[in-house]
């Protein structure tokens, strides 16, 4: 009897999406910035948290991939003075856009 019971919860919880909130989207924006992007070596965690605070801001406003690779590249070019790889753009406002929709929040 408990066996069913243990089937049926993990059939119910396998069904269930992932929906993380507002902050923890925001820490796994930041882990994107920090991988696809290049940083300073002097960067602050303060403006790296800002800057995915812009982009997560943006997903929500826009939601179209274009407007989040114009973003991304004005923060790699004007916020953190470095180059832009076009391709790691383009990957990383995929990402951040499926992790915006995922959430729930937009």
Known sequence: MTSVFVATHADRL??????????VMLEV???FLWLY?????DL??????????QLVSNALANGE?????????RIQCNQFCGVANQRNL?????RTLSL??????A
Not at 37 to 41: G, I, S, V
Not at 65 to 73: D, F, K, R
């Open 65 to 73: 991939e274009m407007a989040l690779v114009v973003e991304l590249a």
């Open 100 to 105: 915006v929709r995922a959430s729930g929040l």
């Open 37 to 41: 992007l290049d940083l300073p070596a």
């Open 29 to 31: 924006v930041a882990g």
């Open 90 to 94: 383009e990957f990383l406002a995929r």
């Open 14 to 23: 396998s069904h269930r999406r992932y929906a993380p909130k507002r902050n």
């Open 44 to 53: 602050t965690r303060e403006e790296l948290d800002k800057a995915a605070q």
